[in-house]
């Protein structure tokens, strides 16, 4: 029941691919299993590879895009995550963010391409499988479209996200086993064992917006929204359909940190956490189906969060349900999951690691 676009046929694609991700075989990768199958499909490349962090976000602003019909990206998240927020900070941003995009899993990681992969249809498998599988679906050259979530810091940060934004033990994981990136998709479970073995808590306080009214819940229809600041005092964006060209779209659900949420949101009870996930797509790894009832564009962010006073036993239990996508079927009395519209997250003291799309952010309030 989705409507999608296809590529032009013969297409042209820039490849943007990054030879230091995951294991380091990223290049080889893609010129053993992606290249001869991209040439079948009559699909050109132009293969650019990035020399330090940022260089891609830089090409994809700065360049002229029109010569390209797709940009590829062949590497973990974070470079896709590079190229989306470098796309939304070009003045034409509207129409380049049009633009397909393809996920080519070169990362330890590779959430996103887990997930297409899942979305498609097809069987859970990893490494090259999943790399011959991802470019399949480039040489098919079908594309829909993907939500984007809107992400704004107290410090003043606007950051555009496609698939999570994590606090406490998740986003420790997942930066504590950056030293083991070698071991590719392991490094996630040694990184997982260590990260138990000195289980944190985390205080602060989380708001959502459900996705759908909870019970005893007044209606959210009695006040419009309040004006939303771009980060600068004084500044109120317009309502949205009025922004000025190329202005970025106004956050119409969210009113500025400084302010309460409003009182059609929840606020948690609880304010000690293990750890706080927002996800977006199905996949937070390769071997790990945390949202399984999540969709491409489903305009949804799916809040998963985990109470203080879990034992690292059933921490455990649910990380290994997880593969599986059945952690929720446990019924842990610490875990708790609400589709959600918008979300705020207030760190209570400035300790534990946040991150979006795997790439570590300052601790500080956030909401999105």
């Not at 003043?156 to 070698?182: P, T």
């Not at 602060?204 to 419009?224: I, K, M, W």
């Not at 609880?270 to 996949?283: K, L, M, R």
Request: negative net charge; glycine residues 8%.
């Amino acid at each position: 029941g989705d409507s999608y676009g296809v590529l032009p046929r013969p297409c042209r694609a820039l490849v943007l691919l990054n030879p230091q991700s995951g294991a380091g075989r990223a290049l080889e990768d893609f010129q053993a299993v992606v290249q001869p199958m991209l040439a079948e499909a009559d699909i050109a490349t132009t293969v650019f590879i990035t020399e330090r962090p940022h260089h891609a976000h830089e090409k994809v602003r700065d360049e002229d895009l029109s010569q390209w019909d797709t940009l590829v990206v062949m590497a973990g998240d974070g470079l896709l995550y590079e190229v989306v927020n470098g796309l939304m900070e070009r003045p034409d941003w509207e129409d380049t963010v049009k633009k397909p995009l393809c996920i080519l899993p070169g990362g330890s990681g590779n959430a996103l391409a887990a997930s297409i992969n899942h979305y498609a249809g097809n069987d859970h498998v990893a490494k090259k499988k999943l790399l011959t599988n991802c470019a399949f679906i480039l040489c098919k050259g079908l594309h829909t479209q993907m939500d984007l979530v809107s992400l704004s810091t107290a410090s003043g940060k606007r950051l555009f996200s496609f698939l999570g934004f994590g606090w406490g033990f998740i986003s420790d994981v997942d930066i504590d086993s950056e030293k083991y990136r070698r071991l590719g998709n392991a490094r996630f479970t040694l990184g997982t064992l260590q990260c138990l073995a000195k289980l944190r808590v985390y205080q602060g306080r989380l708001s959502y917006l459900p996705a759908v009214p909870e019970q005893g819940t007044p209606s959210p229809h009695r006040d419009p929204p309040l004006p939303v600041t771009n980060g600068q005092a004084g500044h109120v964006l317009p309502p949205a359909g009025t922004e000025a060209a190329g202005a970025l779209p106004a956050d119409s659900l969210l009113v500025p940190l400084s302010q309460p949420v409003p009182a059609h949101w929840t606020v948690v009870p609880e304010e000690e956490f293990v750890t706080v996930y927002a996800i977006y797509q199905s996949h937070l790894g390769t071997n790990l189906l945390m949202a399984p009832a999540a969709q491409l564009h489903d305009g949804c962010i799916h809040l998963f969060y985990l109470k203080a006073g879990i034992s690292r036993v059933a921490l455990l239990k649910l990380f290994l349900a997880m593969a599986r996508g059945t952690h929720l079927d446990l019924n842990c009395p610490h875990l708790r999951y609400v589709p959600v519209q918008a979300f705020r997250l207030e760190p209570r003291v400035a300790t534990g690691i946040m991150t979006v799309d795997g790439e570590v952010l300052a601790c500080e309030p956030v909401q999105g």
